[in-house]
Each structure stands twice: as C-alpha cells, then as structure tokens.
C-alpha cells in the first residue's frame, strides 16, 4: 500500500493539470478560507455578547450540540433542499459552504464565550471603576484577556474544517476530498491513500502555522503567565 501511494505522489501526472494536486490543494484552502471568515463573523461576536452580558447560555449549548449533526448527512440534506433552489454550480456550493459553516460555529462560538466569561471579575470592575463604556470594556480588557481561549477556538474550527472539506467532494465539488471519492470510484488505492495523506499533512501544517501566527495577537503577559502554568 505505502509503495502505491508513494508512486502516485511522485507521479509528475498528480501534480498537473486541472485535477493536480496544488489545483485541488488550493480549492480546499478556498473552501476553508471562506467557511471559517463566515463562521467567524457569526460565532465570535455572539461568543463575546454572550460572554459579556451573560444572557444566552443556551446558544453556546446549542452550538456544542450541533457537533453531534452527522455532517455528512446533514450536507446530503442540504443539497437536497437547497440545491434545486440555485442553478449551476451554486447548487452544490451553497449547501456545502452552509453545512460547513454550521459545523465550524461550535468552537468558535465556545472560544470566545469561554474567553470572556473567564476575564477576572476585578478586572471588569476596574475598567467600570474608571467610567469605561460597555463597548471600552469588551475592546480594551475583556477581549485582550480572551484572546488565549479565542484563538485556541479559532484553530479548532480551522482544523476541524480543513479535515472534514473533504466532504464536498460527494456532491461533486472539488478539493482534496477528490482524491479520496474519485480513487475509491475506481479502485485506485494509492490515490485514496494519497489524498487521506494529504489532507492530514495540510492540517497539521495549518495547525502549525497558525500556533506560531496567532501568538502575536496575544499579550506578552498573557503569554508569559501561560508558560508559567
């Protein structure tokens, strides 16, 4: 198996064309790219409303329960209803963005109301202490001190959607999840095993650039009492 694999990553052929590998890696980058900024634009405002105020936990517990949706089934759904709605393309990739989304929201949504909730209760009577509005609150303390929390959402979400993209592949898009439908198709087993490679390669390397990028959102102080726990 690890030989047919092996073959058909060094094959010039998979690097090629419109089926190559960097076509179909940068289709899944699209995909992620798009589902995590509109996730975000959702989740992380709520997160921090929620958070904030306090009202509305049972947003944050219906997200976590959305996590239990099976994806796939829920993308079938989807497409089943939207689908026929949308012409061309958009038919297949509206429901696939929207199922995506869906799952992306929980650890977002999560991150960022467990990183505001837990802002030290003597910080935020400080900042009211000093006449600061509810807007200066959440933007100059309570969000600085959320940001470990976010940002660890925030790479869940990015992980969780760069794993799971594969799945538009079954309604026809394109991605890395091509390799894995089309080379089951057709019994090709190095290309299925080739593509699984892939995506998990791409993940952990997402993961790994994002540990290092996002720690400069963080406060040194933040970063510094961190490393000393």
Do not use: K
């Not at 947003?59 to 709605?85: D, E, K, Y």
């Not at 992306?104 to 600061?132: K, N, T």
């Amino acid at each position: 198996m690890i030989p047919t694999i092996w073959s058909w990553l060094t094959n010039p052929a998979s690097w090629s064309g419109p089926d190559g590998i960097p076509t179909r890696l940068i289709e899944h980058l699209g995909y992620t790219l798009a589902v995590v900024a509109v996730a975000a634009a959702v989740a992380i405002p709520l997160g921090v409303w929620v958070g904030h105020s306090g009202r509305a936990r049972w947003l944050v517990s219906l997200g976590n329960a959305l996590r239990a949706v099976p994806t796939l089934g829920l993308l079938f759904a989807a497409t089943l209803v939207i689908g026929p709605r949308l012409g061309g393309q958009l038919a297949f990739v509206v429901p696939s963005i929207a199922v995506l989304v869906l799952l992306a929201i929980p650890p977002l949504l999560a991150g960022a109301y467990a990183g505001v909730e837990a802002v030290d209760p003597a910080a935020r009577d400080a900042a009211r202490g000093v006449g600061m509005s509810g807007w200066q609150r959440i933007r100059q303390v309570e969000l600085p001190c959320a940001m470990p929390l976010l940002l660890s959402g925030l790479r869940a979400a990015v992980l969780q959607v760069v794993a799971t993209a594969t799945i538009a592949a079954y309604v026809g898009l394109g991605g890395l999840g091509r390799y894995l439908i089309d080379g089951l198709a057709v019994g090709d087993y190095g290309q299925t095993g080739g593509g699984a490679l892939l995506v998990a390669t791409v993940a952990l390397l997402v993961d790994g650039v994002l540990a290092v990028g996002l720690r400069g959102l963080i406060s040194p102080g933040l970063r510094l009492r961190a490393g000393r726990a």
